[in-house]
C-alpha cells in the first residue's frame, strides 16, 4: 500500500473571489483525490494577481505536499499570470517548448479555419502559451492551452488551464496516470446517515468507540447527521469501523449505513413496492416535487401533486373542508393528513405526502410560530402526520420540512 | 473614501475537501465583501487538522490584511479545532468568556427542551465554546455557537461557525457593523440583466462604450447575462456608467437595469396588477412552485399549483385532453398550452403558467431530444407559448425552464 499522499488544489482568478463565477474546479479535483485517498491539505483561491499568485505558490510548495494542482491563468490575455508566477516561485527561466508549442499551431489553426482569421497574427498571440518553466513536461490541450507539470523537490506541481470544459477531461486523464503510477493508497470508506438526533448526540457515541484507525467525519445538514469513515483497509481497522457503525445503529436513528441519502432509499422502497407518490404542498410551495424529481428516472414512481398555497385550492383541489381549515387552521395535523388523502384521491398514487407550515419570516403566532411545520403521509391503510418546530430563515424551514416528509414516508414503508 | 480594505477568507472543514459538502459560506463572505469594494486577496480552505489551520491562519495574518473572516470548527465534537487554532497561531491563552458562556447556556437549556435531554451532561459538553482566545470579543450565535473577534496587529481575525444558517444571520449582522464604522470604501454599483442574449453579445457592446472608470462584470447564469458595473463615483465615472447601461438597454434585451431580478419584477408586477399566478409543472416538478415561493409574502400573489408529472395527472387535474396528448405527444406547444389554461381553471388565478419538456438525461428522441421545453402562460385574454432547447445536465436544464417561464410572464404582463 502506498503511503497516504498529501495533496492541494490552487485556483487563480479574480472572478471566483468576487461572485461572479461559483468556482466548480476546487470541488472537481479535491473531491476526486480525496475520495482516492489523498490528504487534501487544503484549496487556496487567488486573483489574477502576480504577487498574490507567488505567494499562494511558496505556501503550496511549503506543506509538503506529493501533488499540487493548479488552475487558471494559461491563456493569452494581459491578466494570464499563472506560468510566469510559477518559474518566479520555483526560480526557473521560462523557454519554448516545442511539443506544445506544435499542439498550438495545430489548435490554432483549427480555430483560424472555424472563425476565418488569418493564421499569422493569431498564432503570433497564441504562441506565449508554449512558454513553460525549464524542465517542464507539457500537457495535450483540451482546448486551446497546453497544460505543464514540473517536479519541485518532492512536490509534482500540475498546472491547468481554468476553463472548466478544458480542466475537466485534462483532469481524467491524469487522475488515471497517477491511479496506474501507485499513486493512490487503498481506502475504504463507510457513510451513516442519522435523521433525528443532532450532532450533540453524535459525538459521544463516536467518542466511545475506538477509533484510532478511522478517520472519522461528522456533518450535520437540513436536519441530517452523516458521519463519514475512512480507513486504509486491515483487519483491526475493518472491526473499529464495524463497532462504529454498530453502535451508531444501536444507540441513534439511523437510516443508511451503505451511503445511500433518504432520497435514493425512497426511491428504491417505492420500486420495490411497485408503488406511485404524490405531494400535497402548502408551505414547500413545489420543493418537495423538485426534491422527488431531481432524480433521473423518477417518473417510474413520482405521479405529481397539488401545490395548494391558497386555502381555495386545499379545497377545490385535495378535497379538504372548509370546516377543518375552520376549526383547525391551515397549518395543522388535521389539514396534512386531509392534504395527503386528498391528493391520494385526486392522482391515484399509492402514497400521498402533504407539507403545511409557516415558513416566515412573517406569518407567524404565539400559538403557530415561524418553523411550525406538518408533514402527513397516507397510503394504502394507514395514515401519519409529524410536528416539527424548524429553526432558520424561509429557505431552512422549507428544505428541512421536505426532509421530515421524505423520513415520514420512508418510515411508513417500512423495510 | 476609505482606502481599499484587503481582506481574506479561511474555511475550515474536512468536509468542504472531500466533496461531501459544496461549501458557500467562501462565495457568501467574499462575494459580500467583494461587492462593498474590498480587495479579496484569497479564500483558503483546509481540513480539521490543527497543523493546517494554523499553518492556514499563519499564511493569512502574513497578507497585510484588515479583516480575516475565518469559519468552520466552532462546535463541541473531537473535529472542532478552530478556536485552539487560533489561539495558537497568534499566542494566546484560552479563557472562559462570561458573556460566550451565558449564551451557551441559554442555547443549551433550548436545545435539550426540545430534543429532551438532560441539561447538565449537554452543557458540560458545550460550554467548551466559550472557552476564547484571550482578548476575544465574544458574537451573538445564530445557533449554538458564539463567534468571535479579536485583533492581531492590523488584522480584525473574526471567527464564526461553519454552518450556513448560522453564519449567514451572523455575518450580515458584522457586514452591517463594518459597513457603519466606514470600513468600506464608497462605491457605487449598478447591475443590469439581460435574458436572450450570450455574453457574446454582451462583450462588443461593453467595448463599444468608454468604460475606462468602471470596473464592469459580466457574468452569464441559467441563461441570463448580468453585468455589474462598480466605480468609485465621481462625475465622468457616473457619465460613463450612464453611457453603458443605455447602451446595454439599446442593443440587448435588457429586462433589469436596477438589480431587481426576475422573481422580483414578476412580484412586483403581480402585486401592482392585483393579480394572481398558478403554476402547471411537469418537467420542473415543482420547481417553479418552489422559485415563486421563495420570496416571502408569496401568498399576496401565488396561489398553488398542479404537479402534472404523469400523463393521467395532467388529464385529471389540468383537464388537458387525451386526444391533445396523443396527437402532440406530453412534450409540445399545444400541451403547455393547455396546461396553462387548466391550472387557470382549477385555481382561478389570474395568469397560469406551464412547463413541458425533457430533463434527461433519458426519455430524448430524435424529434424531441433531451433539453426540449416549452414553456407557457395564459390569462385574460393571452395565451403564449415558447420552445426552447436548453443545453446541460438534468438540474441546469430544469432551472433554465423555471427561469424561461418567468421571463414569459413577465412579457405577458407588459409594464
Known amino acids: 500500500m502506498s503511503p497516504v499522499p498529501r495533496v492541494a488544489v490552487l485556483l487563480t482568478g479574480s472572478e471566483l473571489l468576487d461572485g461572479r463565477v461559483h468556482d466548480c474546479n476546487g470541488a472537481t479535483v ?14 487556496l483561491t487567488v486573483p ?4 498574490q499568485i507567488v505567494a499562494a505558490l511558496r505556501f503550496s510548495l511549503d506543506q509538503d505536499l506529493s501533488l499540487l494542482v493548479v488552475s487558471g491563468g494559461l491563456g493569452t490575455t494581459h491578466d494570464d499570470l499563472t506560468t510566469a508566477a510559477v518559474a518566479e516561485a520555483v526560480g526557473r527561466d521560462l523557454a519554448e517548448d516545442a511539443q506544445a508549442l506544435a499542439w498550438i499551431e495545430e489548435r490554432t489553426r483549427a480555430i483560424c479555419r472555424s472563425r476565418r482569421l488569418a493564421f499569422a497574427p493569431a498564432f503570433a498571440q497564441m504562441r506565449r502559451q508554449a ?3 525549464a524542465g517542464s513536461r507539457p500537457l495535450p490541450p483540451a482546448g486551446a492551452a497546453p497544460g505543464f507539470a514540473l517536479v519541485v523537490g518532492d512536490t509534482t506541481v500540475v ?9 475537466e477531461p485534462m483532469w481524467a486523464a491524469l487522475v488515471d496516470d497517477l491511479q496506474q503510477q501507485g499513486f493512490f493508497p487503498s481506502l475504504r470508506t463507510r457513510t451513516v446517515r442519522i435523521f433525528g438526533a443532532g450532532e450533540i448526540q453524535v459525538a459521544p457515541v463516536v467518542a466511545s468507540s475506538a477509533h484510532g484507525l478511522l478517520d472519522v467525519g461528522v456533518t450535520a445538514a437540513a ?12 483487519e483491526e481497522a475493518e472491526a473499529q469501523a464495524n463497532r ?10 439511523v437510516f443508511s449505513t451503505d451511503g445511500r441519502t433518504v432520497d435514493e432509499l425512497v426511491a428504491d422502497r ?5 408503488a406511485t407518490v404524490a405531494a400535497a404542498e402548502s408551505c414547500t410551495g413545489g420543493l418537495l416535487g423538485a426534491r422527488l424529481t431531481a432524480l433521473a428516472g423518477s417518473s417510474d414512481y413520482f405521479v405529481g401533486g397539488v401545490v395548494s398555497y391558497a386555502n381555495e385550492v386545499k379545497q377545490s383541489l385535495l378535497q379538504v373542508s372548509a370546516a377543518t381549515i375552520a376549526a383547525h387552521g391551515a397549518v395543522s395535523e388535521e389539514v396534512a393528513l386531509d392534504m395527503a388523502r386528498g391528493v391520494v384521491a385526486v392522482t391515484g398514487a399509492t402514497f400521498g405526502m402533504a407539507t403545511t407550515g409557516i415558513a416566515g419570516p412573517g406569518g407567524g403566532t404565539p400559538d403557530k410560530p415561524v418553523g ?7 397510503g394504502p391503510d394507514m395514515r401519519r402526520a409529524e410536528r416539527h418546530l424548524f429553526r432558520g430563515d424561509r429557505e431552512t424551514v422549507r428544505v428541512q420540512s421536505v426532509t421530515a416528509a421524505l423520513h415520514l414516508l420512508l418510515q411508513a414503508m417500512g423495510t
Open 159 to 167: 498546472v491547468l488551464p481554468g476553463v472548466p470544459a478544458e480542466l
Open 48 to 51: 489574477d494577481d502576480a504577487r
Open 244 to 253: 462504529l457503525v454498530a453502535g451508531l445503529a444501536e444507540q441513534l436513528p
Open 270 to 274: 417505492l420500486r420495490a413496492l411497485d
Open 30 to 43: 479535491a473531491s476526486s483525490l480525496a475520495a482516492r485517498g489523498a490528504r487534501v491539505t487544503h484549496v
Open 223 to 234: 436536519g441530517e447527521v452523516t458521519v463519514c469513515l475512512r480507513h486504509a483497509g486491515g
Open 131 to 133: 512558454l513553460l518553466p
Open 372 to 378: 411550525l411545520v406538518y408533514v402527513a403521509v397516507a
